[in-house]
């Protein structure tokens, strides 16, 4: 199971989150059906529900720790406040990456797309 789909899991399973959204805009993933169904082979691209990337570290020729931002777009369930909730995501995602990936710094970008009642 990759980064992304370990952490979709885990988001899904927060208190107060009530569903993970598609990462991109709707208008992208339109975009990125018509492309793929106008392409040689036709199939369906499958929706991203969480981007994982990369800066930095040895590769790149900088010395200093790699940074993993993560960017999720989640609806609440109005259990708790919303940036609440988005806080706790922000660190449940961050101690997910960290305790995966040791030696990198984590930049969580949550997203509140809906709130719920």
Request: hydrophobic share 40%; glycine share 12%; aromatic share 2%.
């Amino acid at each position: 199971m990759s980064l992304e789909d370990e952490l979709h899991q885990l988001v899904l399973t927060m208190e107060g989150v009530s569903t993970v959204y598609s990462a991109d805009p709707l208008w992208m993933n339109v975009l990125k059906q018509v492309g793929a169904l106008l392409g040689p082979e036709g199939d369906d691209v499958p929706t991203t529900f969480v981007v994982c990337s990369e800066e930095g570290g040895p590769a790149s020729g900088d010395t200093g720790r790699t940074l993993t931002t993560v960017r999720v777009r989640i609806g609440t369930s109005g259990a708790q406040p919303a940036p609440v909730v988005a806080k706790l995501v922000a660190e449940g995602i961050r101690a997910h990456v960290c305790a995966r990936r040791p030696g990198t710094e984590v930049k969580a970008v949550v997203e509140i797309a809906a709130i719920g009642l």
